[in-house]
């Protein structure tokens, strides 16, 4: 019984830390994106007196009380789904940033084989691997687990189109080319 509740009190600490540290990496790329006109323009506003994107972190707090809501009172699949969901969006961003940083680099004097080749390939492939597992298994299983895999792969998708949607619309609206010309990359890359 102790070591029950000993590890289920550690569970709530690992539960709550990693939250605030979702919480607060989303703020500021949501921040960030909005500053690059990526994203609606409020989310990067600033607290007048903090200096925090409170916006975005209001933004934020809704959608995650809204969709965690939903999880809790649709039952154990569909809290699984959600679940699955918010981690199928963290290892494919993960994996991006990985991809990324390879790209970002290559070419470059500050170019390190390990921290800019090595480690994002590795990062990447781990991710890849995660991905793969937790749905492959999670249909293998079969019964509940399936339907909660399927759902979180509906939910995957339905952020995917609406993001599609929203990038499609704002480069149209903004006059931006949404695969950009080699012209356009070869001004960029030199400075113009």
Known sequence: FALMIVMAISV????????LAAMNTGVRITFAMAQDQEMPEIMGLLH???ATPHTALVGMVVV???IGSIGVLGGAVTLTGVTLASNLGTFVLYG???AVTFVAFAGRNEFSSVRHAIIPFLGLVTNVIMVLAIFIIGVASGGTTAQATYLGLG???FWLIVSLIYFVAN???S???IFP?????GAKGSGE
């Open 12 to 19: 709530v600490i690992a539960i709550l830390g990693t939250t």
């Open 175 to 177: 006059g931006k080319a």
């Open 171 to 173: 480069s149209r609206s």
């Open 181 to 185: 010309s080699v012209e356009q990359m």
């Open 96 to 98: 991006i940033i990985c």
């Open 155 to 157: 939910i995957s998708g």
């Open 64 to 66: 995650s009380a809204i």
């Open 48 to 50: 007048g007196k903090y």
